[in-house]
């Protein structure tokens, strides 16, 4: 009787192999932006904040929406207030854009239209102050992903660029 509990319980505790992976466990996170170099202020470094929109499987599924993703003081670490968790066989799609600034806003797309993104002339911002950036990112998600996931990576790249040309007369007046 004891050797048919005992391989009972050997058989309980090692019959299972599946891993199963909660909702809750694998936390959507971001990596350091790279930006593309330019005659601009906004540079990996200097960047602090990036707004974020999330679409999980299709353009319906929205579940970041304006998401301010800010730099923590750790380094390398970005942090984001509404959480949002990988879900395992499902395709995301991620927009960025940096600096918040009213001076712009953006129209998310929709199953039957793109992206639009507006700048607003006459804002009161100064000229040569706003350095707009993008970024956009697709991850799916599979066994391999989960095991191991990565921050979702952004490369930026210059919406709006100031070039500043300065001239200097070296003729003179005679």
């Given at each position: 009787m004891k050797k048919?509990?005992?391989?009972?319980?050997?058989t309980l505790l090692c019959g299972c192999t599946e891993i199963s992976y909660q909702r809750e466990s694998v936390a959507i996170t971001f990596?350091?932006?790279?930006?593309?170099?330019?005659?601009?202020?906004?540079?990996?470094?200097?960047m602090n904040e990036f707004l974020v929109w999330g679409y999980k499987n299709n353009i319906n599924g929205v579940f970041l929406h304006n998401e301010p993703v800010t730099k923590?003081?750790?380094?390398?670490a970005w942090n984001y207030e509404n959480k949002a968790y990988w879900d395992l066989g499902s395709s995301f799609y991620f927009t960025a854009i940096a600096p918040k600034?009213?001076?712009?806003?953006?129209?998310?797309?929709?199953?039957?239209?793109?992206g639009k993104l507006y700048i607003y002339n006459?804002?009161?911002?100064?000229?040569?102050e706003l350095d707009l950036v993008y970024a956009d990112a697709t991850v799916t998600v599979d066994d391999d992903f989960i095991q191991s996931p990565q921050p979702v990576s952004f490369s930026f790249k210059h919406l709006l660029a100031?070039?500043?040309?300065?001239?200097?007369?070296?003729?003179t007046s005679s």
């Amino acid at each position: 009787m004891k050797k048919v509990i005992f391989i009972t319980l050997i058989t309980l505790l090692c019959g299972c192999t599946e891993i199963s992976y909660q909702r809750e466990s694998v936390a959507i996170t971001f990596g350091t932006p790279l930006v593309t170099k330019s005659a601009t202020e906004v540079t990996t470094s200097s960047m602090n904040e990036f707004l974020v929109w999330g679409y999980k499987n299709n353009i319906n599924g929205v579940f970041l929406h304006n998401e301010p993703v800010t730099k923590s003081s750790t380094i390398g670490a970005w942090n984001y207030e509404n959480k949002a968790y990988w879900d395992l066989g499902s395709s995301f799609y991620f927009t960025a854009i940096a600096p918040k600034s009213n001076a712009w806003s953006y129209e998310a797309p929709t199953t039957t239209t793109p992206g639009k993104l507006y700048i607003y002339n006459g804002c009161s911002i100064n000229f040569g102050e706003l350095d707009l950036v993008y970024a956009d990112a697709t991850v799916t998600v599979d066994d391999d992903f989960i095991q191991s996931p990565q921050p979702v990576s952004f490369s930026f790249k210059h919406l709006l660029a100031r070039v500043m040309l300065t001239f200097k007369n070296s003729v003179t007046s005679s």
